[in-house]
């Protein structure tokens, strides 16, 4: 299947820059219409990771080049995906939080 043929289809690239409090579950619903995607395109390996990194856009690209490969099992894509999802994910600060439960 063509680049072209993939490209156009409606996953709008990630606003890794917008609300930064809803990074997290942001990353999460764009991540889960990404999978969507390559589903309905029947995009399989070894396309996934760059299409990844393609459509989610530049500042993404930018953000993946700096972080280190994680330590998991599976294909270059499962990497990807663990690496950015430990990025954007929310880190939770305990003592804070004990704080405001108190």
């Given at each position: 299947?063509?680049?072209?043929?993939?490209?156009?289809?409606?996953?709008?690239?990630?606003?890794?820059?917008?609300?930064?409090?809803?990074?997290?579950?942001?990353?999460?619903?764009?991540?889960?219409?990404?999978?969507?995607?390559?589903?309905?395109?029947?995009?399989?390996?070894?396309?996934?990771?760059?299409?990844?990194?393609?459509m989610a856009?530049?500042?993404?690209?930018?953000?993946?080049?700096?972080?280190?490969?994680?330590?998991?099992?599976?294909?270059?894509?499962?990497?990807?995906?663990?690496?950015?999802?430990?990025?954007?994910?929310?880190?939770?600060?305990?003592?804070?939080?004990?704080?405001?439960?108190?």
């Amino acid at each position: 299947m063509e680049l072209t043929e993939l490209s156009g289809g409606g996953v709008p690239p990630f606003d890794c820059r917008a609300d930064a409090a809803a990074l997290g579950p942001r990353w999460r619903r764009w991540k889960r219409a990404f999978d969507y995607f390559l589903l309905a395109k029947g995009v399989t390996q070894p396309a996934q990771k760059a299409l990844l990194l393609h459509m989610a856009g530049f500042d993404v690209q930018d953000i993946f080049e700096t972080l280190a490969e994680p330590d998991v099992e599976g294909d270059v894509y499962v990497k990807a995906v663990t690496a950015l999802g430990g990025y954007f994910q929310p880190r939770t600060n305990i003592p804070y939080e004990r704080h405001v439960f108190r």
